[in-house]
């Protein structure tokens, strides 16, 4: 089983940063991918900003030039600089990982950010 421990949500004003660490602990796997995603209320979950095992990065237009993902092994951070009450929602973290040739899909348990004006 494969767990992921989110950390660094808060309130912070527009304009102001933040930074979000997830780290995913277990045995027996490897991650292929990390990624962002944030969930407002009466809104879909969307993604905000994915990484892969190579390095290679991809972030939904909102937050681009504002939002910046990075990983270190097994843990992915999301600095997120500039932000927007259009920012605030629950951001969860998500993680493809791989176990003997077969991809599964795990999430942490969200971290609320609340961004005022």
């Known amino acids: 089983q494969v767990q992921l421990v989110e950390s660094g949500g808060g309130l912070v004003q527009a304009g102001g940063s933040l930074r979000l660490s997830c780290a995913a602990s277990?045995?027996?796997?490897?991650?292929?991918?990390m990624g962002w995603y944030r969930q407002a209320p009466g809104n879909q979950r969307e993604l905000v900003a994915i990484?892969?095992?190579?390095?290679s990065t991809n972030s939904a237009d909102s937050v681009k030039g504002r939002f910046t993902i990075s990983r270190d092994k097994n843990t992915v951070l999301l600095q997120m600089d500039s932000l927007k009450p259009d920012d605030t929602a629950v951001y969860y973290c998500?993680?493809?990982?791989?176990?003997?040739?077969?991809?599964?899909?795990?999430w942490g348990q969200g971290t609320q950010v609340t961004v005022s004006s």
């Open positions: 990484i892969a095992s190579g390095g």
């Open positions: 277990g045995s027996g796997f490897s991650i292929d991918a």
């Open positions: 998500r993680a493809y990982v791989n176990r003997g040739g077969v991809l599964f899909s795990y």
